[in-house]
């Protein structure tokens, strides 16, 4: 019986490119256990082929025949244990034996990876050889997949014509996230592949038309883009960025940072776990501000800048330097002493501590505004959405609700949090206390303490 492919090691998957607004995916050489498919794969067109006697008969057509592919490549044989199964996430590989821990469960030639090797050995190789290492896989992806005789033929009639990312979704599904960061960041990625496409076109498409005798338009841009934001491996054996027939079908363990704002926008799901939810609040030096050069070499000091980013994970402690850094907007008036040169060596330790009653108070008010104001900006309650989830939803908008009530969920934590910490502000001990503390000069009951001269 075929079961999901099962092993005792997790591989987390975390990389950044700056080309390609991060590539998430995980080593080729796959001993992975089950967690969620790359996609649900939805045949871009019907292939007629004769069923394989060892793959489940109400498998696509497609999926058959580009098991045979594999077989006739070398790829599969009679000692691979692993092989197409539909699971209720989507298509995946299932193995019919236990595996071992670190068993090599498949093996793909390199002969077989697209890459930008592969974009460098083939026709098109010296016209791209300038281009983002993404943009020219995927004018590569895109002609091949207008080709009939291409070598990848077979794979590429089982990858899908879309997912549920939230780059595909209609302005009617969008309006569904509206006041969700995921909404403004779906929008510039959407902005971002736009622009690309048309340098592309100009620099690329239109000057090499016996290259690219078939018109590639936004749209095919776009799917590529998809495919190889949601199924595309990275920093596997020195490359960047590499798909992988056969390996993009087996179940991975995504990367335990990606929110789920993050897995929507990548891969187009969600997880309905507590930590999946998360809101980054944006933090910045004004420039207006009278401190500002003395702030801001501060920041820089400690490993930040004029602006920072803290990403709140819901049920999870605040990121260290998050206080810190809104003590450090908050200054001024007569804690502003803290900002001169003799303090510049040990004022993050002194920031880590409340500064003063002034300053903890106004960093109170400052976040607590600011999340309210986010709050203001969705169109349902948390009540609605946790009503909407127990009725039947479509993909796209159960991955809407789920976003937008995580969100929430942030906000109304970080809002908590510092009204309780309002409620504090007579009991906390401050900065001028704690230094008198260390000189002798302060009771164990916050006291001032003083000698008479004799």
């Known amino acids: 019986m075929a079961t999901p492919i099962q092993t005792p090691m997790a591989m987390a998957l975390a990389s950044s490119s700056s080309n390609f607004l991060s590539l998430p995916r995980s080593p080729a050489h796959l001993s992975l256990p089950p967690k969620r498919p790359l996609l649900h794969p939805k045949p871009r067109l019907s292939v007629t082929s004769v069923a394989s006697p060892d793959l489940d008969p109400s498998l696509p057509s497609n999926v058959h025949t580009f098991w045979q592919w594999l077989r006739q490549e070398g790829v599969v044989s009679s000692k691979t244990h692993v092989k197409p199964a539909i699971f209720p996430e989507g298509l995946g590989l299932a193995t019919t034996k236990n595996l071992a821990k670190n068993e090599v469960v498949l093996e793909v030639p390199k002969r077989f990876w697209i890459n930008p090797d592969a974009v460098a050995d083939s026709e098109i190789g010296n016209v791209c050889s300038g281009l983002k290492p993404w943009i020219s896989v995927a004018l590569f992806l895109i002609r091949e997949n207008l080709k009939d005789d291409s070598r990848w033929r077979h794979y590429l009639d089982i990858l899908p014509s879309e997912t549920d990312s939230t780059v595909f979704w209609s302005e009617e599904e969008l309006a569904e996230i509206q006041g969700t960061q995921l909404l403004s960041t779906t929008l510039n990625v959407k902005e971002y ?43 596997l054996r020195g490359q960047n960025l590499v798909l992988i027939p056969f390996a993009d079908l087996v179940f991975i363990q995504y990367d335990l940072k990606k929110s789920n704002a993050d897995l929507a926008l990548d891969y187009g799901f969600i997880e309905p776990t507590a930590n999946r939810n998360a809101y980054t609040l944006t933090l910045e030096i004004p420039e207006s501000d009278l401190f500002f050069d003395d702030k801001l070499d501060i920041a820089e000091t400690n490993g930040l800048g004029e602006t920072a980013y803290f990403d709140i994970v819901l049920e999870r402690p605040f990121p260290p330097a998050m206080l810190p850094f809104l003590r450090l907007l908050a200054l001024g008036g007569t804690d502003a002493f803290l900002l001169e040169s003799l303090f ?111």
Request: net charge negative.
């Open 193 to 235: 592949v736009k622009s690309e496409f048309l340098k592309v076109e100009e620099e690329i498409l239109l000057r090499h038309k016996d290259l690219f005798p078939s018109p590639i338009t936004l749209d095919d841009f776009f799917w590529a883009f998809g495919i190889l934001r949601s199924r595309a491996f990275s920093r």
């Open 344 to 454: 510049r060596n040990s004022i993050w330790g002194h920031l880590e501590m409340p500064v003063s009653r002034a300053n903890e108070e106004l960093v109170c008010q400052v976040v607590i505004n600011a999340c309210e104001a986010a709050l203001s900006g969705y169109n349902t309650t948390i009540e609605e959405d946790e009503k909407l989830k127990e009725e039947n939803l479509d993909s796209r908008l159960r991955i809407a609700v789920g976003i937008r009530e995580g969100e929430k969920r942030v906000l109304q934590q970080i809002i908590q949090i510092f009204k309780d910490r309002e409620l504090e502000l007579d009991q906390l001990e401050y900065y001028q206390e704690r230094r008198l503390k260390d000189l002798g000069l302060c009771g164990e009951q916050g006291e001032i303490i003083f000698w008479e001269s004799k």
